[in-house]
Nanobody, 129 residues
Framework: QVQLVESGGGLVQAGESLTLSCTAS????????LGWFRQAPGKEHEAVSCIDWNGRRTWYEDSVKGRFTISRDNAKTTVYLQMNDLKAEDTAMYYCGALEADLMTLCTVVGMGRGLGYWGQGTQVTVSS
């Protein structure tokens, strides 16, 4: 059984940092692009960042470029999202996803909500201004 479990969310002040983690089990992560997605109240979910199977290529949504960093440790079957200089508009439920495909397919083609790939239950990030 495949499971993705996110952790690291919380309540922070604007300008502060958080690091999210997502640990996968039940699949060989070396074969999967991994990514972070978010959904704010009343909004559609959106891709935040994705990383390819060996960590050499990454993609970021424009609003987080320069502030967020995605990384992965395949030995620990974990993907991370370092979030710096958080803003109120980053407030959302953050989900990690895994897809046996290219990172661009995960982040810009498939995304969440289409019944493809594997997804965690989410971790809440709240940024107060």
């Amino acid at each position: 059984q495949v499971q993705l479990v996110e952790s690291g969310g919380g309540l922070v002040q604007a300008g502060e940092s958080l690091t999210l983690s997502c640990t996968a089990s039940g699949l060989s992560v070396d074969d999967y692009a991994l990514g972070w997605f978010r959904q704010a109240p009343g909004k559609e979910h959106e891709a935040v960042s994705c990383i390819d199977w060996n960590g050499r290529r990454t993609w970021y949504e424009d609003s987080v470029k320069g502030r967020f960093t995605i990384s992965r440790d395949n030995a620990k079957t974990t993907v991370y999202l370092q979030m710096n200089d958080l803003k109120a508009e980053d407030t959302a439920m953050y989900y990690c996803g895994a897809l046996e495909a290219d990172l661009m397919t995960l982040c810009t083609v498939v995304g969440m909500g289409r019944g493809l790939g594997y997804w965690g239950q989410g971790t809440q990030v709240t940024v107060s201004s």
